[in-house]
């Protein structure tokens, strides 16, 4: 038969180690934090002649007893099992020393109180990693997850600021894609420092420094502190943290913090360009690189629902390639489809920005134009046709296209309606000998 010994929360508290503590500023603060949170702990009174320390304050808010003279702890029974001496006075010290002599009572000192400190900022950093997390989900955009990361580094490792870096794999430089606090000069520097040396750092992962005794820049940067992101094992960007005075070092704790921080942001960094890039692959059509059908049905709906609330217009233009099939027929395929890529470059760069192109089928292509009226789409539409011909798109190729247009709400007040009624339009121009723009 197995026995289970119980232990009572009688026992549990008689096991705890009963401390003291001698100085409630911000080094009692930090050990506060720290003690109060761990099982084995008793705080049984902070110490401190100025009874608003923050320490203090703390202590008294949450119900440990506060004290300005440390002498009758050490004397009662039961005595403290340790005294945490964060006074830095030697004469304390020395009293300490002399009251504990021949007491099974433990003297904790300042490396005690360095540790403490370090292991309540890891925890704060642990904890500003659990609220990134928790802020990550598929409705984030990269931009505000790089701000969550830089606020999070800056104010982990008390910097002054900072910039995110990723390099930029068409024009080969790095961009700047958060800054926190930074000068556009000094922002400069930074990413010059970077580029030289990110490259050098590609089998570390720890936190360096971009400025030392040597270099150049020291004086006008301060102290910087970076740490590569890594993205599939690849060094494709930095977070870079900044003190102002080039004396002010960060502690190897900064450093560590930085490092734990990156490797964590690495990943979720990955994960949403991931998602954005999934998102983006379902959304857009493979040969052209414009929005898909289903893309462009629920855009049509979301416009509808706009223009019907605040009562605005918009216009829905089809465009269709003449004798697309005679060209593919022809040349083959493989030119057929350089000629839908040309085709729906021209066009892109034909409309607004506001406006969304989309394939439609084959090598039929729809636009819709927010808050456009007919007269102004017949323009656009008049505009996409002519310019095909006059820049020879297709090359050697002639291409020409057909356009039928239709408006919201002169033409109907559903998307279904206004497809058909466009459709009807792009019918017109094709038995009115093609190459035409027709409204309905």
Not at 277 to 291: E, N, P
Not at 298 to 315: P, T, V
């Amino acid at each position: 038969m197995t026995h289970v010994n119980y232990v009572s929360d009688m026992e549990i508290k008689e096991q705890k180690k009963r401390i003291l503590i001698i100085g409630g500023g911000r080094r009692g603060l930090a050990s506060i934090e720290v003690l109060n949170e761990e099982k084995e702990f008793e705080i049984i009174a902070v110490i401190d002649i100025n009874q608003q320390a923050s320490g203090i304050k703390l202590a008294q808010r949450i119900g440990i007893g506060t004290d300005t003279e440390w002498e009758k702890y050490v004397e009662t029974d039961p005595a403290p099992d340790a005294i945490l001496d964060l006074t830095d006075s030697d004469e304390v010290q020395k009293k300490l020393l002399a009251a504990t002599e021949n007491r099974q009572i433990e003297i904790m000192g300042d490396v005690t109180s360095r540790f403490l400190s370090n292991l309540l900022m890891e925890r704060q950093i642990q904890a500003e990693l659990h609220r990134v997390s928790q802020r990550i989900t598929s409705n984030i955009g990269l931009d505000e997850l790089l701000v969550l990361i830089m606020s999070s580094c800056v104010k982990g490792t008390k910097a002054d600021g900072g910039i995110i870096i990723l390099f930029n794999e068409t024009t080969k430089h790095w961009d700047v894609k958060s800054n926190w606090g930074i000068s556009e000069n000094l922002e400069q520097l930074l990413v010059e420092q970077a580029s030289i040396k990110l490259p050098v750092w590609e089998d570390s992962d720890e936190a360096m420094l971009l400025t030392d005794k040597k270099s150049q820049h020291r004086e006008s940067i301060g102290t910087a502190l970076c740490c590569p992101l890594r993205l599939r094992g690849n060094i494709t960007g930095g977070i870079i943290v900044l003190n102002n005075e080039p004396a002010n070092h960060f502690s190897e704790t900064s450093k560590r913090l930085l490092s734990t921080f990156a490797n964590q942001s690495s990943v979720a960094i990955d994960n949403i360009l991931l998602y954005k890039k999934s998102q983006h692959l379902s959304i857009t059509d493979g040969l052209t690189g414009v929005y898909n059908h289903r893309y462009f049905q629920e855009q049509l709906e979301i416009e509808l629902s706009r223009a019907q609330r605040y009562d605005l217009n918009f216009a829905l233009i089809l465009l269709d390639l003449d004798n697309f099939k005679d060209i593919n027929d022809t040349y083959g395929h493989l030119k057929g489809d350089q000629i839908l890529k040309a085709v729906s470059l021209h066009i892109k760069k034909s409309i607004r920005e506001s406006d969304i192109l989309a394939r439609y089928g084959g090598d039929e292509f729809a636009i819709l134009l927010p808050e456009t009226g007919k007269k102004d789409s017949l323009i656009v539409g008049e505009r996409i046709r002519k310019g095909l011909i006059e820049k020879k798109t297709g090359g050697d190729i002639a291409v020409e296209v057909s356009v039928g247009i239709s408006a919201y709400p002169d033409d109907g007040v559903y998307g279904e309606e206004l497809i058909k009624k466009a459709d009807s339009a792009l019918y017109k121009a094709k038995e009115g000998g093609r190459n035409k723009t027709c409204l309905f």
